[in-house]
């Protein structure tokens, strides 16, 4: 199988341990991922919040890139870009004038054939079985609290994909390695990522509601399906144990790392070195470091 | 108890935003759903169906220096909760294209400046430039040495990047911006 791959700005450097991970993963089920060609970034909540059209135009710019070279599906696997790509996609559809403008903006005419998908949709249509006879160590005995971040599914009309409110996609894959995942309430929250440099109090604030919770229901992992998520909840969990006057101490892995390990990857295929917050004793708890 | 003479005029603010985003706010009926969900409605002076309000009334004052267009994360929650199918985040999107238009007060001018260095830097190297955006924006809210605490293991992780990546593309796109800056300015 073959995907235009789209790594998205943060995958080149603070979410780099994603990149890796995916690319093992995607590497050991027989995905292909073709880096788009020349590719720029989708404008994330920057490019929304100060043009609509050229919103639209960075994903579109891209998504022509693929479409040119033959591709009709695209991986996006951090969110801010997967959300952004497929509401170009939407609308470039529904809206004529919009279409209009845009196909006046570019020289190629961007005809909508590049269907984009997270990783998390592809390795469901892969199917577990599949998954299931990669493993070569199960994490049995890891506890998993899964944290969707906000728009894996949001808005239904535009995501398509899982429960818009208690999705059970990674839910599904994670227990597939033999873990056990968690029912808890803030799989959706938003972790407050685009206000990350400029009200970092707010940040502090809702990832630490999310850490509480975590803690709360008995996880000693927090699995992310995006680089933004993973750059707050672990990147920042120091800052919020000094604010609140608490120690969290938890993890933050990306799903695709908890794949790579149970398909037998060494913690340093996978990126685990580069994450904050130390996960030694979760994992070496089940025998994995 | 505040009182409100109600005119065409008030209708501006609406009409505009219909115009520009194709949403109509006029079917808010204040359940209040979008306020429930919203998780950074505690840090926000005016709650999102206030501002609904405020829009269908045409307070564009009010709404510009109650600052709460900025403090929207736009995690998309209100928009999927809304009974009656307003894309809440579209009509904010819609205030913050037009708040240029306005002289009002602003509360947080960090978060469109953040917006725009953002861009600038998009437009330069064609990728966004991680460390350089912390820096800038950090400048712009004169707290320099802010996040520092974070950035230094990130750096020893190699998870920040001290120089910027530059996209090939980055040419293509200035060609594409400068294109829809025309288009938007012939409006």
Known sequence: MRYAYFPGCSLSSSGYDYHL?????????????????????????????????????????????AEKDGFDQLIAPCLACLSRFKAANVEMEHDADLRKKIHEVFDYKYQGKVKVYHPLEVFLEIGFEKIRERIRKKLKGL??????????????????????????????????L???????????????????????????????????EVKEVGANVIAVACPLCQANLDGRQ????????????????????????????YPKEVGIQKLITSPLEALGSIGLM | ???????????????????????????????????????????????????????????????????????????????????????????????REISKKFEYYNPYPALPALHRIFIALVKRFGKVYE????????????????DIDMASPMLMKGKLKLLPHISHGAKELRQVMARIRKLEGAK
């Not at chain 2, 501002?51 to 209100?78: N, V």
């Open chain 2, 1 to 95: 108890m505040m009182s409100i003479v109600f005119s065409k005029e008030n209708l501006k603010l609406s009409r505009d935003l219909q115009t520009l985003t194709g949403e109509n706010v006029m079917l808010c009926y204040q359940c209040k759903k979008c306020t429930l969900g919203c998780p950074s409605a505690y840090a926000m002076g005016m709650k999102p169906h206030e501002l609904m309000r405020a829009i269908q009334l045409g307070l564009d004052e009010k709404i510009y220096c109650s600052g709460t267009i900025w403090i929207c994360l736009s995690c998309e929650t209100c928009n999927t909760r809304c009974p009656q199918g307003i894309n809440i985040l579209r009509v904010i999107d819609g205030l």
């Open chain 1, 178 to 212: 033999g873990a056990e995942t968690m029912d808890w309430s803030f799989k959706t929250e938003c972790c407050g990522v685009s206000m990350t440099l400029t009200r970092s109090d707010m940040v502090l604030k809702l990832s630490n509601d999310i850490l509480r």
């Open chain 2, 131 to 146: 460390l350089g955006l912390a820096l800038l924006i950090n400048l712009r809210m004169l707290t320099p040495l802010k």
């Open chain 1, 238 to 265: 120091r800052q919020i144990e000094e604010t609140y006057k608490t120690r969290h101490g938890i993890p933050v892995l990306y799903f695709t790392q908890l794949m790579g390990l149970a398909f037998g990857a």
């Open chain 1, 143 to 176: 506890k998993v609290a899964c944290y969707y971040g906000c728009v894996l599914t949001r808005p239904p009309k535009i995501a398509q994909f899982d429960n818009v409110e208690d999705p059970q996609s990674m839910d599904s894959i994670v227990q597939a």
């Open chain 1, 21 to 65: 991970s995916l690319k093992y993963v995607t590497k050991a089920l027989g995905i292909d991922l073709v880096e788009i060609k020349d590719w720029v970034c989708c404008g994330a909540s920057s490019a929304h919040a100060t043009s609509h059209l050229l919103s639209i135009a960075l994903p579109v710019l891209n998504l022509s890139h």
